[in-house]
């Protein structure tokens, strides 16, 4: 079955950088990519997602990149703010026939001021 | 406004007991799942149905049941309670079709003494 691994666990930056967050799945049918955000004490909400046949999607701060043959995907963060800080989940979809998501184990991000 | 909702926040139960977790969504969703939320270990998918009276297991099944008996609900069932399973547990429900967003439900503490 499909496997998703996600990296850094942690990640501290400094309000104005940038962050980074990677991505890979084992299963190359998975077709859709879907990146929650979840703040403490909040359910995880979908921020951006990318469907295989695009290899970036950008959403004023944030963009996701997508590089199928390696079957990696990444969430970009540009001018972090201190709002930015949660915990940040990405997924894949397997293409079986179930609309399942397998999400990574998440990465916790933390923007000082 | 799209609704999941999960019918205890917080639930303290007893080593052995059968526990109840009831998950009702009202946006006329296909798929629903039930997650279990440990820190360092992400999201991990315990079971999910694509219709009513359909289940499928996920990826850590053991010592779990579900029940769909109508299309809006979703049970999940710890039919002896242990310790190990002190854990937040999160209801997702996502309509039909590859590329769609999956809504969450607030969560469910539990914990097993």
């Known amino acids: 079955g499909e496997n998703v691994e996600q990296h850094p666990s942690t990640l501290s930056v400094q309000e104005g950088d940038s962050a980074v967050i990677k991505c890979t799945y084992s299963d190359s049918a998975s077709n859709y990519f879907p990146w929650y955000k979840q703040e403490l004490g909040k359910r995880p909400q979908l921020i951006i997602d990318i469907r295989s046949n695009v290899g970036e999607k950008k959403d004023q701060r944030i963009a996701v990149t997508l590089n199928k043959t390696a079957k990696h995907f990444s969430l970009h963060i540009t001018e972090t703010q201190p709002e930015d800080s949660a915990v940040y989940f990405c997924a894949a979809s397997p293409d079986d026939g179930f609309q399942k998501l397998v999400f990574g184990t998440g990465t916790r991000l933390l923007v000082s001021p | 406004d799209v609704k999941v909702t999960q019918s205890s926040r917080y639930l303290v139960k007893r080593t052995g007991e059968k526990v109840f977790l009831e998950c009702v969504q009202d946006m006329d969703h296909e798929n629903m799942f039930w997650y279990r939320q440990d820190p360092g270990l992400g999201l991990r998918l315990i079971y999910f149905s694509y219709d009513v009276k359909m289940k499928e297991k996920g990826d850590i099944p053991e010592g779990y049941s579900v029940s769909r008996e109508k299309k809006e609900r979703f049970s999940l069932i710890l039919e002896s309670a242990s310790t190990n399973q002190t854990s937040m547990y999160l209801c997702?429900?996502?309509?039909?079709?590859?590329?769609?967003?999956?809504?969450f439900g607030q969560g469910t503490r539990l914990t097993v003494v």
């Open positions: 997702a429900s996502r309509s039909r079709g590859q590329n769609t967003e999956a809504f």
